[in-house]
């Protein structure tokens, strides 16, 4: 009896810590909270897809939901143990108030699909923020011509009574070096800088990062980076020392 049991338990215990079979599709952080953006612009996200399973994970689709909303998918075959990007682009054109997307990930084989989820405060007003106001809010370092424009400046002011930390999210450090105050005092304006890389510099862009702030609310800003290259003598966009 007792040997019987024993043997029970140990079936159970060796069930339990098995690997599983076949495709695992595995999302470490699933959900990401842009907070306050502007109307009619792009921010995004990159959540990591990894397969956990002991066989290729196939992503058969990505269905965004709407047309506001992209997903680039980086690779659709993951190997077991390996990792693959997807990048969540949303469009926030009319929006206003709270918003919130749910792109579905396919897998084939598996009957249950994958999610993430992006939300947002899409603000028609940047001027009525609190309790930190932005100048601009949109970063726009398009170039036209051969002058090279790698950076964008902006500026930060503190509308609370209160002494604000502030702490960068997400998304900078993919596309350039954001210098960010540590702490802004109440009723303080302070200088940012945004400094694109120079991989960045030969082709169009549309990013964006998000920081947060020790408020009540642990408020969030993601700001919206644009970079478009045009050739004024031809009058469309291009690479510079490119071709139509």
């Known amino acids: 009896m007792v040997r019987g049991m024993l043997l029970v338990v140990f079936g159970l215990i060796f069930t339990s810590t098995a690997a599983p079979a076949g495709p695992v599709l595995t999302i470490s952080k699933d959900e990401f909270d842009f907070g ?27 269905n965004p939901g709407c047309g506001c909303t992209r997903a680039p998918l980086d690779q659709n075959v993951i190997p077991p143990g390996d990792s693959t990007r997807l990048e969540i682009i949303f469009s926030s054109k009319l929006y206003f108030n709270r918003v919130v997307k749910r792109p579905v990930i396919e897998i084939e084989g598996l009957p249950e699909p994958g999610y993430v989820t992006i939300s947002s405060y899409v603000v028609p007003r940047p001027d009525s923020l609190v309790p930190l106001r932005l100048e601009p809010f949109k970063l726009d370092i398009s170039q036209y011509g051969e002058t090279v ?28 070096a954001l210098t960010l105050p540590d702490k802004i005092e109440p009723g303080q304006t302070v ?3 945004l400094v694109l890389k120079p991989d960045m510099l030969d082709s169009d862009l549309e990013k964006s990062f998000t920081f947060e702030v020790n408020d009540d609310s642990g408020s969030r800003y993601t700001v919206p980076v644009r970079r478009k290259l045009k050739d004024p003598n031809k009058g469309r966009f291009t690479a510079p020392g490119g071709t139509e």
């Open 36 to 62: 306050y953006i502007p109307q009619s612009s792009k921010v995004s996200h990159v959540f990591w897809l990894s397969n956990t399973g002991d066989q290729d994970l196939k992503i058969a689709k990505v």
């Open 191 to 193: 200088q940012a800088e």
């Open 149 to 176: 424009r790698d950076r964008a400046a902006f500026a930060i002011t503190n509308v609370s009574d209160k002494q604000l930390n502030v702490r960068l999210v997400a998304g900078a450090d993919e596309f350039g």
